[in-house]
Nanobody, 119 residues
Framework: QVQFVESGGGSVQPGGSLRLSCAVS????????VGWFRQTAGNRGDLIAS???????NVVDSVKGRFTISGDSAKSTVALQMDSLKPEDTAVYYC?????????????RGQGTRVTVSS
């Protein structure tokens, strides 16, 4: 079964930066699209960025220009670089995946990493 392990969260002041990493194991990474989601109280998690090994990537409008997603196929990792952080970015961030071309994400995900943006 594919496993996702997130790291890199923490506490920063507004305007600061963090780099999250998602390590993927247990499946052929080259067939995956990996997504970063963020979860706040009351929601299961919203997709904010995705990257796939066929070169496609996407970042939602609400974080575009501040967040960048990238992948390393050799290391089976996908990173989320978060700059100009705002208090509203405070959330638990987790990663999950789906097969390239599939319409639904896997039910399972990593344990998440907490990001707190506060002065």
């Amino acid at each position: 079964q594919v496993q996702f392990v997130e790291s890199g969260g923490g506490s920063v002041q507004p305007g600061g930066s963090l780099r999250l990493s998602c390590a993927v194991s247990g499946t052929l990474f080259k067939f995956l699209e990996v997504g970063w989601f963020r979860q706040t109280a009351g929601n299961r998690g919203d997709l904010i960025a995705s990257w796939s090994t066929d070169g496609r990537s996407n970042v939602v409008d609400s974080v575009k220009g501040r967040f960048t997603i990238s992948g390393d196929s050799a290391k089976s990792t996908v990173a989320l670089q978060m700059d100009s952080l705002k208090p509203e970015d405070t959330a638990v961030y987790y990663c999950s995946g789906k097969n390239i071309g599939a319409s639904t994400w896997f039910d399972y995900r990593g344990q998440g990493t907490r990001v707190t943006v506060s002065s």
